[in-house]
C-alpha cells in the first residue's frame, strides 16, 4: 500500500482528520479534534500503524498552541505516519495515548514537565527531572533562559 493508498483509507475511516501525502513513504495526519486523538491512534492502529516511535511537543508562541506530535510506523506497509494534534497553549490538554501504546506513559510524562500539557487519563505525571522545580516549564519559549540563570547561578556569561 503506497502513503497515497493509506491517506484515502485514513480520510474515509477517519474523515475529521486531514491526511497528506509527503515523500515516498510518509503521511502528515492532522488531527482536527484532539480530544479524539486517543481514538484516532486507535484507529491508526487498526488500519496497520503498530509502532509509535516518538512522542513529542512543538511550541508556538505566537499562534498560542502547542502541537503534540505522534511518529508512527507500519512496517506491514512501510509506512511512517506523523500524527498532530494542536491544543490550546493557555490550557494545554489532551487525553492520554497509553490505551494504545502504553510506551506513551514516559514521551507524555517529559511533555508534561518540560512543557506544561496535561494528559488527561496517564496515572504518573510526577516530574522526571525536574523534582524542586518552582518555574514556568523550560522547553516553553517563553521561558527566559538568562534570568533564570542569574537567579540560579548568580552571573551569566560574557555576550561577547
Known amino acids: 500500500m503506497t502513503n497515497r493508498d493509506m491517506a484515502k483509507v485514513i480520510a474515509k475511516g477517519w474523515p475529521d482528520a486531514e491526511s497528506i501525502p509527503r515523500y515516498q513513504n510518509q503521511i502528515e495526519i492532522v488531527c482536527g479534534n484532539p480530544d479524539s486523538i486517543a481514538g ?3 484507529y491508526l492502529q487498526s488500519v496497520g500503524f503498530d509502532h509509535m516511535s516518538n512522542l513529542t511537543c512543538v511550541d508556538w508562541l505566537e499562534e498560542n498552541r ?13 509506512l511512517q505516519a506523523t500524527v498532530k494534534a494542536g491544543i490550546d497553549r493557555d490550557e494545554p490538554e489532551i ?7 502504553p510506551q506513551a506513559q514516559a514521551y507524555e510524562q517529559e511533555i508534561h514537565e518540560m512543557f506544561g500539557v496535561e494528559f488527561i487519563g496517564n496515572p504518573d505525571l510526577s516530574p522526571l527531572f525536574l523534582h524542586n522545580w518552582k518555574d514556568i516549564p523550560p522547553l516553553r519559549k517563553d521561558f527566559d533562559t538568562e534570568a533564570y540563570s542569574v537567579k540560579a547561578f548568580g552571573a551569566v556569561r560574557n555576550k561577547e
Open 66 to 78: 502547542f502541537d503534540v506530535t505522534y511518529n508512527l510506523w507500519s512496517y506491514k506497509y512501510d
Open 95 to 101: 487525553p492520554t495515548a497509553m490505551d494504545v501504546w
Open 40 to 42: 484516532l491512534l486507535h
